[in-house]
């Protein structure tokens, strides 16, 4: 911490504390829960069970609940879920996902997931060309 007088006012103290190499209670609260959440996720994978757990992007808590309404269930339109969390009050439809799956993996999967009905659909050799096809 440093103390600095003004050089006009000499009677004014002001005090620029040095936070240069150190970490802020809220930063260190932060890496608290990430390393909370990392210890879960090493812990899982040992047990060989992968996990997707959604991380809050203003606090990094893992509490978060899923908002349906009429509004996300696509009464007034296709909408992403909502989310709010329980530590910081945080809103919204975007957040982070930490995986203990590789990454190899897990793009693999997801991609399987989103293309399901395709590979059956080619699998089968049905509908991938109108019937009147020449070739």
């Known amino acids: 911490m440093y103390r600095?007088?003004?050089p006009r006012n000499r009677g004014t103290i002001v005090v620029v504390e040095q936070t240069t190499g150190r970490l802020s209670q809220e930063q260190l609260r932060v890496?608290?829960?990430?390393?909370?959440?990392?210890?879960?996720?090493?812990?899982?994978?040992?047990?060989?069970?992968?996990?997707?757990?959604?991380?809050?992007?203003?606090c990094k808590s893992f509490r978060l609940i899923h908002i349906t309404?009429?509004?996300?269930?696509?009464a007034l339109g296709s909408l992403q879920p909502a989310y709010y969390c329980l530590d910081c009050g945080w809103y919204g439809r975007t957040l982070i996902i930490v995986t203990n799956r590789l990454e190899s993996t897990s793009i693999?999967?997801?991609?399987?997931?989103?293309?399901?009905?395709?590979?059956?659909?080619?699998?089968?050799?049905?509908?991938?060309?109108p019937p009147d096809t020449p070739w």
């Not at 309404?69 to 696509?74: F, H």
């Open 69 to 74: 309404s009429g509004i996300d269930l696509g």
């Open 31 to 58: 890496l608290r829960r990430l390393e909370f959440v990392k210890q879960a996720l090493e812990d899982l994978r040992r047990r060989d069970i992968s996990q997707d757990v959604p991380i809050c992007p203003h």
């Open 108 to 129: 693999l999967e997801d991609m399987r997931d989103a293309f399901a009905d395709d590979e059956e659909m080619f699998d089968r050799g049905e509908g991938m060309f």
């Open 4 to 6: 600095i007088v003004h």
